[in-house]
């Protein structure tokens, strides 16, 4: 008798000792609609870092914890945004990856601050996300104000650029970094000599450059993302424009190769958040393993979804717990190396150390210049 008890009490002691947490952990981007390549690459970049940590049987709290992802499709609209934020925290999530957008961040962290949950953009550069002073707002990645001057010194310093005209899709994104870039150029002694907005869903941009065209611009920048800035730099190029064509990280990307084809040339320039991949610490890992995990190239955001979700982890470990009202105070103690770089946040909830490339079109491919 005593010994079939024995064989109990160790038979009970070794579930104790496998009992597993499920833990899960929320990501939120555009998976449908123009730029649902972004969402997606942030989603596997989220994905492929959850599936490392749950390979190395992390214990939290005295329990063994598997992490699982939790998706939501923002469709990069701010209304849209704060449903599926509403999702995430309703399902449980314990802290989430995401926006994609600024203009769908902005209003979804207040679901999150309402909340109690911690949540980490890998992608939104809007500098009006954490000037809202929220405790669980975080990102991995340089804010537009960082973007717009780089892009404004090397165009004035560099290209020599004197006259400049100015678009935007009227999104916090777009709008933002746009107004980054013509504060910096005045600063500068630029001059401004037309600024124009869309949306970012129009296709037809010929009324704005035709006006454009009329003031003889030098260059002509556009705050906003890749399907608007490719189809816009094709009907620059139709309309006979000589400009050389400036943008950020929505333009950065392998899909604005293959949206504007042959209106590409060596007068298109962008900025990117961060240091290329192959500059990363760990990114040509980093791609190797991406590109065997998903059958994809990475296109901007992923690497960065990886180092926010890390984060989050980083921030439970610390605490030695899965609970959002435990672990946030430990958010601004985490410090790590990421693949993307040094990750730690300042009081608002930067990153410390955010870098920013600038890249010009060369060869076939976006090539860094600085």
Not at 88 to 116: C, F, K, M, N, W
Not at 125 to 144: C, E, F, G, M
Request: hydrophobic letters at 40%; charged letters at 20%; proline letters at 4%.
């Amino acid at each position: 008798m005593k010994k079939t008890l024995l064989a109990l009490a160790l038979v009970g002691a070794g579930f104790a000792a496998q009992a597993q947490t499920v833990v899960k952990i929320g990501h939120a981007g555009p998976l449908t609609g123009p730029i649902a390549h972004f969402g997606k690459d942030g989603e596997n970049g989220a994905r492929l870092a959850l599936e490392d940590a749950n390979a190395k049987g992390l214990v939290i709290g005295g329990q063994t914890v598997k992490f699982e992802l939790l998706s939501e499709d923002d469709q990069g609209d701010p209304r849209t945004a704060t449903t599926a934020a509403q999702r995430l925290t309703d399902a449980g999530v314990r802290g989430v990856v995401g926006h994609t957008t600024s203009g769908a961040s902005i209003p979804a962290s207040r679901v999150y601050e309402q909340a109690g949950v911690p949540v980490i953009t890998p992608s939104s550069t809007s500098p009006k996300l954490t000037q809202q002073n929220y405790k669980t707002t975080y990102r991995v990645i340089a804010n537009d104000l960082q973007q717009g001057e780089a892009m404004a010194r090397y165009a004035i310093e560099t290209l020599k650029v004197k006259k400049f005209a100015v678009i935007d899709d009227r999104t916090a994104y777009g709008q933002g970094l746009a107004d980054s870039f013509a504060d910096s150029i005045k600063k500068l002694g630029g001059e401004i000599v037309g600024r124009e907005f869309t949306n970012d869903k129009a296709t037809d941009f010929t009324a704005i450059l035709t006006k454009i065209k009329a003031r003889t611009p030098d260059a002509i920048f556009y705050g906003g993302m890749d399907s608007q800035g490719a189809p816009m730099l094709r009907q620059l190029r139709q309309l006979g424009i000589p400009a050389t064509f400036l943008g950020g990280d929505g333009n950065c990307t392998s899909e604005m190769l293959k949206l504007a084809g042959d209106a590409m040339n060596e007068k298109v320039f962008c900025t990117q958040a961060g240091i290329p991949l192959t500059q990363m610490p760990s990114g040509e890992e980093f791609l190797s393993r991406f590109r065997q995990r998903f059958n994809a190239d990475v296109l901007v955001y992923a690497p960065y979804a990886y180092d926010a979700a890390t984060a989050l982890i980083e921030g439970m470990k610390a605490a030695d717990s899965t609970d959002p009202a435990k672990y946030l105070p430990a958010m601004q103690k985490v410090d790590f190396q990421g693949v993307t770089g040094h990750i730690a946040f300042d009081a608002k909830g930067d990153i410390k150390e955010g870098g920013v490339s600038l890249y010009n079109y060369a060869n076939g491919k976006w090539e860094p210049v600085q």
